[in-house]
């Protein structure tokens, strides 16, 4: 079984339609069919996570694609509540951020972000970005419940 047989369930907590459409964009041109579940703010990545509020048929992510400066709740609130929560710990969150800020670099890893990536300016780099993310998750990760 690999997961190009069985596309990851990803989960894009961000804002800006421009960089929705880029990281949709990005998973296309590497060919892999994920599907990519798109939410706009820190309440509502919770309420997909929780399965409440009109996503109670959601999926439990494989991977959390995560922005830091979301309205309501901020990316640092909702990686915190993800990371302390033993249901939802386990899920792969990659914080995707324009912020290169070492403090927030910092702490997204005392929270226990499993990667950091600042999204670069340019769009073909951030597609690239993405691409490299895909890889990684796809081919080199073992993802806990995928075999």
């Known amino acids: 079984m690999t997961t190009l047989e069985h596309p990851l369930e990803v989960l894009l907590?961000?804002?800006d339609a421009g960089d929705e459409l880029m990281t949709r964009e990005a998973f296309e041109d590497n060919g892999v069919r994920?599907?990519?579940h798109v939410v706009r703010?820190?309440?509502?990545?919770?309420?997909?996570?929780?399965?409440?509020?009109g996503h109670s048929g959601a999926p439990r992510p494989d991977l959390v694609l995560l922005d830091l400066?979301?309205?309501?709740?901020?990316?640092?609130?909702?990686?915190?509540?993800?990371?302390?929560?033993?249901?939802?710990a386990l899920i792969p969150?990659?914080?995707?951020?324009?912020?290169?800020?070492?403090?927030?670099?910092?702490?997204?890893?005392?929270?226990h972000a499993n990667a950091y990536v600042t999204k670069p300016v340019d769009a073909?780099?951030?597609?690239?970005a993405v691409r490299q993310i895909d890889d990684f998750f796809v081919q080199l990760v073992r993802l806990p419940g995928r075999g």
């Open 93 to 111: 969150v990659v914080v995707l951020t324009t912020s290169s800020a070492e403090e927030d670099v910092l702490r997204s890893y005392t929270l």
């Open 41 to 53: 703010d820190g309440q509502e990545a919770l309420d997909f996570l929780y399965r409440r509020e």
């Open 69 to 88: 400066n979301l309205p309501k709740y901020d990316g640092r609130e909702v990686l915190k509540r993800i990371k302390t929560d033993p249901e939802l």
């Open 124 to 128: 073909d780099q951030f597609i690239d």
């Open 13 to 15: 907590v961000e804002d």
């Open 34 to 36: 994920h599907t990519l």
